[in-house]
């Protein structure tokens, strides 16, 4: 059975960065203060460089803007979004933690049914820190939370869990709904606290929101690319997706799970649903495509690293999905880049480039 | 057309709660006399109700009772819903407690009682359901000389098999109503219900749950050709206070009780295994009925129900059923208070346990299965699964040969009493 641990969740303070993508003000962390304070904040300036983005006293902070971003990566620069939030996935690229937790800047502290504020960073870290179920679905959830564990019928052997790679928050008041959802339901607020974290099952993909979203860096951080979105590009609001269905396709592959429910977070501003709509528009026609093919994807045994993963999955979006329209095509390339800049910016401690992952059985 | 009066409309939401009502002699006489007229009109004139009546004293009251004859005491004449049939097993004497407390949500529907063969007791009901025991002799007249064993826990089965609804909704002897987070009891009819009449999203994992719940949608980025969803056939309910855990975790955990109460309902995704819980399901009988079967024994099975794994088993079958044929599999919501009354006797079970070998050898097996292409039927698709079985697992255990063996026995039981036609 699952032996939950009652001793105090580690503050892991020097294994976990915050990024943070921001185009407006950074406000919105004097509210987050009593959690975040202890950690290091990596903030990516989206939009123009020569604003100044104002970072409330005392967080101990690093911020890159666009030309950070092109003075570090060079020609690489250009698989980084700009004018969207996806520029964020740089701030997964130069952190050096293990942990990285991104969330967005409306989002505050929200309340659990007792009233008490919710550290959403905590939670997201137990998550992190318990394994996933993804073989077998457990009915009363983590079977790893104090007061719960594995129902009857639950194989023994499947007890241990495996490594949790991906902790996928949720969120209160405004819900992320697409704009036809908004369009038709513009009062609707997500008013339920559903008091569960799960493990989402081998196989089963699913929609990963950037809002609230904490992941290991170390076992998955290469899958995390949120895609090409913003300026010049036929799509947005489509970048977590991208990063999500690429990440559960690795996971699955190398026996990691992702985890999604607890924690939630107050989110404040809704988005207008005419320009998520214009942004939309490409993805809701062609995420009919991306399902199917996400669904169908089958990685060689040999690929037993992320980036080696991932690098595969880019080949096969430019085989598949380059007929669905072009823009495939240059988002392959620009995943290509991607890694090749993860890597120049994340050598391999010491040598040959070891499998990350758990180890193979 | 005139709206209902304020007055009409407190009369009919006295009414709905008659049967709770302790004193009626406060009322005028004419207020009790019309809502006397509107008791017996929508059938709700039990023993208790009646008697309620007649202790206000009210004179036009005691009089209509004897112009109709009403008699005492009364078999309710209730409108029953034609859709839903309630079975329980009986495996202790005294169900008093039980359906007292399921009254208000269990009065509107027939209730079929299976009272476990093994049972030398007589059982105690109290009166005012629409209600039918079917008792061992029931079940050998019925069904003559069968190879499944109905004693224990199978005996429910019978009740599936017996039911001519679409929908069955069965409940452990030993679970009251439960109270959600506002308070308020928990109606396990109308949430079995609202799981299996709205659809089932199989296909893609929505994370904020069920999308049909009033209150929330399909997120971003869930693709818009999966949002019709599917039907969903079978419904899994939760416990609180005294969890659906194994011997070992019983005894190892006997103080730990479920006070989370997650107020969810979603969709087992396509391919996803999951344990079904028998203590707490309702299923569309219609369709998945060949599917729900006593097929798995352990070889020392008993009264408890971590003695158990035939729900497992079946919940196994069927969802690699519903999984092949595009039906859907919820599970949440709703809650049943599962009481301690076997708790401590966990211990004693974990002598000659035999579950953890059986999951283990069950588990590779579930998990690559797939059925053919060509079985399009539920009855098809158990009559393939049971080969199967019998191909792969019985080598391994015979315990598994004699689930084949059942689940075949099944197929016929049901074209024999159970299919509408039958």
């Not at chain 1, 309340?111 to 959403?120: L, Q, T």
Request: proline residues 7%; hydrophobic residues 40%.
């Amino acid at each position: 059975m699952a032996s939950a641990s009652h001793a105090p969740t580690p503050l892991l303070k020097d294994e976990l960065d915050i990024v943070i993508p921001t185009i407006r003000n950074l406000d919105f962390l004097e509210m987050w203060r009593p959690f975040f304070q202890p950690y290091h904040l990596i903030i990516v300036q989206d939009g123009d460089p020569s604003k100044t983005i104002r970072v409330p006293e005392g967080f101990d902070y690093e911020l890159y803007n666009r030309n950070d971003i092109n003075r570090m990566l060079g020609p690489k620069a250009s698989c980084i979004s700009f004018k969207d939030s996806a520029c964020r996935c740089f701030g997964y690229m130069v952190s050096k933690k293990k942990y990285i937790y991104t969330i967005d800047d409306d989002c505050f502290v929200a309340k659990d049914p007792s009233g008490k504020d919710i550290n959403a960073l905590e939670q997201h870290i137990k998550n992190l820190l318990s394994p996933s179920t993804p073989f077998f679905f457990n009915t009363l959830y983590d079977p790893y939370r104090v007061g719960a564990d594995f129902v009857r019928g639950y194989p023994f052997s499947l007890r241990e869990g495996v490594p949790t790679a991906v902790s996928h928050g949720l969120w209160l008041n405004i819900p992320d709904y697409d704009a036809p959802t908004q369009l038709v339901k513009p009062l609707e607020r997500n008013t339920r606290y559903v008091d569960a974290i799960l493990t989402i099952p081998k196989g089963t993909l699913f929609p990963m929101c950037g809002m609230n979203l904490a992941f290991d860096r170390e076992l998955i951080g290469p899958a995390m690319y949120f895609g090409l979105m913003g300026d010049g590009q036929p799509i947005g609001r489509y970048d977590d997706m991208w990063a999500g269905w690429c990440t559960k396709v690795i996971t699955d592959h190398l026996g990691l799970g992702v985890k999604t429910g607890l924690p939630y977070i107050w989110h404040s501003k809704a988005s207008n649903p005419f320009v998520n709509l214009k942004k939309e528009y490409n993805g809701i026609f062609w995420q009919e495509e991306l399902i199917p093919f996400f669904q169908s994807v089958s990685l060689p045994k040999d690929a037993t690293t992320v980036q080696k993963c991932y690098l595969e999955l880019a080949k096969q979006v430019r085989a598949k999905l380059g007929k669905v329209d072009g823009y495939f095509n240059k988002l392959a390339d620009s995943m290509v880049t991607w890694i090749e800049a993860w890597d120049e910016l994340n050598p391999p401690k010491g040598g040959a480039p070891t499998a990350n992952g758990p180890p193979k059985k | 057309m005139r709206p209902p009066s304020l007055l009409s409309l407190t009369l009919d939401s006295a009414l709905l709660r008659i049967a709770h009502i302790a004193d009626l002699s406060h009322l005028p006489d004419h207020l009790v006399i019309d809502l006397f007229r509107r008791t017996l009109s929508a059938g709700k004139l039990t023993e208790k109700v009646l008697k309620l009546f007649l202790a206000t004293g009210c004179e036009e009251i005691i009089l209509a009772v004897q112009l109709l004859n009403i008699k005492q005491p009364l078999v309710p004449v209730l409108p029953t819903n034609s859709e839903v049939d309630i079975v329980i097993a009986a495996l202790q004497p005294n169900l008093t407690t039980f359906f007292e407390a399921w009254r208000p949500f269990f009065s509107r529907f027939h209730i079929i009682v299976i009272k476990d063969p093994d049972m030398t007791e007589d059982l105690q009901i109290p009166t005012g359901f629409d209600l039918k025991v079917y008792t061992k002799s029931d079940i050998n007249g019925v069904l003559g000389a069968s190879s499944i064993n109905f004693s224990g826990h199978s005996c429910r089965y019978f009740g599936y098999l017996v039911s001519r609804k679409k929908y069955v909704i069965s409940i452990d002897d030993n679970c009251l109503p439960a109270k959600d987070t506002a308070g308020s009891t928990v109606d396990v009819v109308a949430q079995h219900m609202a799981n299996l009449k709205t659809p089932a999203t199989p296909f893609f994992f929505n994370t904020l749950y069920d999308p049909y719940r009033k209150g929330a949608d399909f997120v971003r980025g869930y693709p818009f050709s999966l949002r019709e969803g599917v039907e969903c056939m079978l419904s899994c309910g939760l416990w609180m206070h005294n969890a659906d855990y194994d011997p070992m975790t019983h005894v190892v955990k006997r103080n730990q009780r479920n006070t989370t109460y997650v107020d969810a309902v979603m969709t087992v995704p396509l391919g996803a295994m999951l344990p079904v819980s028998g203590i707490n399901v309702a299923f569309n009988r219609d369709v998945l009925g060949p599917a729900m079967f006593p097929g798995l024994r352990l070889r020392n099975e008993g009264k408890h129900r971590w003695d158990t794994l035939e729900d497992i088993w079946n919940g196994l079958c069927a969802k690699v059923v519903c999984d092949s044929l595009g039906y859907g599999v919820k599970t949440g919501l709703p809650y049943v208070m599962r009481s301690d009354a076997e708790a401590g006797k966990a211990l004693e079970s974990l002598k000659d346990w035999e579950g953890v070998k059986i999951m283990d050898d069950v588990l590779p097996f579930f998990q690559s299965l797939k059925l053919s292409r060509t079985a399009v039927t539920v009855d098809d698709c158990v009559k393939e699964l049971a080969g199967i079985v019998r191909e792969k697992l019985g080598p391994k255990n015979a315990i598994f040969t004699e689930a084949a063996d059942a689940m075949v026995e099944w197929n016929n039981l049901w074209k024999a009493h159970g299919a509408q036609n039958a």
